[in-house]
């Protein structure tokens, strides 16, 4: 058992989803099975925990807790391999603000809250409680990794960790909601809920389709602010993976602004539950529907 593979399962056992990362502190490539098929979601990383194969495949959705897998016989070559050990932040309830630069340190300190500090070669990662969309540039040299991202694991750092402050959800928003010109913002309220007449290709039943939408609404809606967009990726993910056979339309678009409205009354941005939701359903810019 090397080093990393020692980190990697003390990892686990805290409840920090892990994985390996190969030269070039990059996860490893799918495997030929997985570069065919979907695997639940993936291979667009839509969807983490365990692969249909049991090699390490889709990089962050890769990561796992799971000892059995971390060990098994098809992890254990990409271990002799890897040059460093990643975790999955947003599966462990974190985001870490990517520091990538001096400059980018000064920054943070000047505009953000202080919170635990993990030194890096170039800069610092300051790591909150709390979950988020990731995303990237946010500033020059800051990168967020939380949601449907993986950062490498440097130490446990310095100093407390606290609660994820809107200082940082603005910075993706300002990314997100930059209108188009002339277009005109339209509040939730406003927008039509489903309804059977915009589902006219969908398979499934009325009854089966709004008791699987208000049990995933029950979820979000029980959720704080820092969980509440993490759990409408999840049900949008979800609810994706069910109509994924139905020769369409669904009427996704109508569930997709249900689940954001669900997000948005518990005291998620709008943007980062929209951004969430749209990852989710597939249907974000350059994804796959």
């Not at 460093?84 to 947003?90: I, K, L, M």
């Not at 000047?110 to 170039?122: G, I, M």
Request: glycine residues 10%.
């Amino acid at each position: 058992m090397n080093d990393h593979l020692r980190t990697a399962l003390a990892l686990a056992e805290s409840g920090i989803p892990v994985l390996p990362l190969r030269e070039g502190k990059l996860p490893f490539g799918n495997c030929r099975s997985c570069a065919r098929c979907a695997c639940g979601g993936r291979p667009n990383m839509k969807t983490p925990g365990p692969c249909q194969c049991p090699a390490v495949c889709h990089g962050w959705a890769a990561a796992t807790t799971d000892p059995t897998v971390i060990t098994s016989r098809a992890w254990t070559p990409t271990w002799r391999q890897a040059v460093a050990v990643a975790y999955h932040p947003g599966g462990a309830g974190l985001t870490v603000v990517d520091l990538d630069s001096p400059d980018a340190v000064m920054w943070a300190r000047e505009s953000l809250p202080p919170t635990r500090v993990v030194p890096t070669a170039r800069g610092e990662h300051w790591i909150y409680l709390g979950v988020m969309p990731s995303a990237n540039g946010v500033q020059p040299g800051v990168d967020i990794k939380s949601i449907m991202a993986y950062a490498r694991w440097l130490g446990p750092g310095t100093g407390i960790m606290t609660d994820l402050p809107s200082a940082v959800r603005a910075l993706a928003e300002r990314e997100e909601t930059t209108p188009a010109p002339g277009s005109a913002h339209r509040s939730s309220p406003e927008r039509a809920a489903w309804d059977v007449a915009v589902a006219t290709g969908c398979r499934h039943t009325e009854t089966y389709v709004r008791t699987g939408l208000e049990k995933g609404l029950a979820l979000v809606r029980a959720r704080t602010e820092s969980g509440a967009a993490s759990q409408a990726f999840g049900v949008a993910s979800f609810l994706a993976a069910q109509h994924r056979r139905c020769p369409g339309p669904c009427g996704l678009a109508a569930l997709g602004q249900q689940i954001v409205d669900a997000a948005v009354s518990v005291g998620v941005p709008e943007p980062y539950a929209q951004r969430a939701v749209a990852r989710g359903l597939g249907t974000e810019p350059g994804s796959a529907a």
